[in-house]
């Protein structure tokens, strides 16, 4: 599990699809992103209640964050950085949350 191993960053990046998808009742798919060298993939789901849910995952894991969607320029910018079993996601420069991934013994 690199979640728990390891420590890294990976960051995904995404134009805007139209120019009312923050803000439509429309669901929004984003990603997979390419695997980090970790094999660690990042995708995205904007929900129609305006809800984005970010899935982080691994060969073995995947957490899940689900945050209002932040204030977004154009389009979407995700960071997840993952060190001693904790998976912590920024979208657009701002932390939307911070998960434990360590295997449960």
Same mark, same amino acid.
């Given at each position: 599990?690199?979640?728990?191993?390891?420590?890294?960053?990976? @960051?995904? !990046?995404?134009?805007?699809?139209? /120019?009312? &998808?923050? @803000?439509?009742?429309?669901?929004?798919?984003?990603? /997979?992103?390419? /695997?980090?060298? =970790?094999?660690? $993939?990042?995708?995205?789901?904007?929900?129609?209640?305006?809800?984005? =849910? %970010?899935?982080?995952?691994?060969?073995?894991? =995947?957490?899940?964050?689900?945050? +209002?969607?932040? /204030?977004? +320029?154009?389009?979407?910018?995700? @960071?997840?950085? &993952?060190?001693?079993?904790?998976?912590?996601?920024?979208?657009?420069? !701002? $932390? %939307?949350?911070? %998960?434990?991934?360590?295997? %449960?013994?």
């Amino acid at each position: 599990m690199v979640f728990a191993e390891g420590t890294g960053t990976i @960051t995904f !990046t995404s134009p805007a699809p139209s /120019p009312t &998808w923050a @803000t439509d009742d429309q669901v929004c798919e984003f990603g /997979p992103s390419l /695997p980090s060298p =970790e094999g660690v $993939r990042v995708a995205a789901t904007k929900h129609p209640n305006g809800e984005l =849910e %970010v899935r982080v995952s691994d060969e073995s894991d =995947e957490v899940s964050f689900r945050t +209002p969607l932040p /204030p977004l +320029p154009s389009g979407l910018l995700i @960071t997840s950085t &993952w060190r001693a079993g904790t998976v912590t996601v920024f979208v657009n420069g !701002t $932390r %939307v949350g911070a %998960v434990s991934a360590a295997p %449960v013994a």
